[in-house]
Structures are given as C-alpha cells and as structure tokens.
C-alpha cells in the first residue's frame, strides 16, 4: 500500500508562486509515473504534469510556469508553480503509478487571488 501526502497548498496573489510536496510512504524510484493532477470547483480532474523513465510531460496550459521535481533520497516530488494565474486555483493532487495500481493523495488547496 503506497500512501501520498501533500503539502503547500495556500492562498497566494497572481503572479506568485508556490511549491508543493508530494510525500511517499515508499520509495519514489519504483513507481512506474509519478505526477500532479488539480481539479478546480465545478470542473473536472486535470492532468498537470508526470515524469516518468522517458522524461517529464506537462500540460500545454501549465507548460513553462510549473516545473516537477523529486529528491529521491527523500521520496518526495515537488511541483514549482510560477508567474500563477487565478485559474490556477484548484486542488492539486498528487498521483503515483505503482503497477498495477494507481494512487492518489488527498489533495491540498491552491487559491490564486485576482
């Protein structure tokens, strides 16, 4: 059983930034994808970002203002959110594949203010 618990989240004015961490019960280097996902009120889950062996893939609307991460010593991913925009605000969950299951977090609240 892999547990993922994230940190971070707050209220922050546009055109600030944020890191998020994603802890994991296990060790990072043997999940399949690890990645971030965030869902705004109203909508549905989005993808934002996963790295996997091949590399790193971002979504088109966050491309060039977030950037993942991991320490691997510490089984930890972060996401770096810059220059954020008011529709930034979302929960963003973290998500590991850990074949043949996939995981969640519980999410943690990033408000961006206008």
């Known amino acids: 059983q892999v547990q993922l618990v994230e940190s971070g989240g707050g209220l922050v004015q546009a055109g600030g930034s944020l890191r998020l961490s994603c802890a994991a019960s296990?060790?990072?280097?043997?999940?399949?994808?690890m990645g971030w996902y965030r869902q705004a009120p109203g909508k549905q889950r989005e993808w934002v970002g996963t790295f996997t062996n091949g590399g790193m893939y971002y979504a088109d609307s966050i491309k060039g203002r977030f950037t993942i991460s991991k320490d691997n010593a510490k089984n930890t991913m972060y996401l770096q959110m810059n220059n954020l925009k008011a529709e930034d605000t979302a929960v963003y969950y973290c998500?590991?594949?850990?074949?043949?299951?996939?995981?969640w977090g519980q999410g943690t609240q990033v408000t961006v203010s206008a």
């Open positions: 998500h590991a594949r850990f074949l043949p299951r996939a995981y």
């Open positions: 296990g060790s990072i280097t043997s999940f399949a994808a």
